[in-house]
Nanobody, 127 residues
Framework: QVQLVESGGGLVQPGGSLRLSCTASRFIWNYYVIGWFRQAPGKEREGVSCTRDSDGSTYYTDSVSGRFTISRDKAKNTVYLQMNSLKPEDTAVYYC????????????????????WGQGTQVTVSS
């Protein structure tokens, strides 16, 4: 079992930045994909960005590519999501999730494949 705890959400103006953190209760690298998902009001949960430590590969959904960066600190069992140039449409509850590797990192970065979830953190982009 893996527990995931997110932090770092908040209210930010359009064009601003936030960094989300997700700390795992135990070592989960090598055989896991860990990443970030979000759910806006009235919309389905979607994969935002995921990373696979075994080969360092990453995935970003098109709407955040070039603005968001996923990174990890293995010593701290923590993965980060640096979000720059935030837009109002980025407003959502952001969740950290993890799954054992299934195919490519993109193929693993879908909500229904994730057995482990954090509690979520609200990100609001508004002026």
């Amino acid at each position: 079992q893996v527990q995931l705890v997110e932090s770092g959400g908040g209210l930010v103006q359009p064009g601003g930045s936030l960094r989300l953190s997700c700390t795992a209760s135990r070592f989960i690298w090598n055989y896991y994909v860990i990443g970030w998902f979000r759910q806006a009001p009235g919309k389905e949960r979607e994969g935002v960005s995921c990373t696979r430590d075994s080969d360092g590969s990453t995935y970003y959904t098109d709407s955040v590519s070039g603005r968001f960066t996923i990174s990890r600190d293995k010593a701290k069992n923590t993965v980060y999501l640096q979000m720059n140039s935030l837009k109002p449409e980025d407003t959502a509850v952001y969740y950290c999730a993890a799954t054992q590797i299934v195919g490519t990192v993109q193929a693993s970065c879908v909500p229904w494949r994730q057995p482990y979830w954090g509690q979520g953190t609200q990100v609001t982009v508004s002026s």
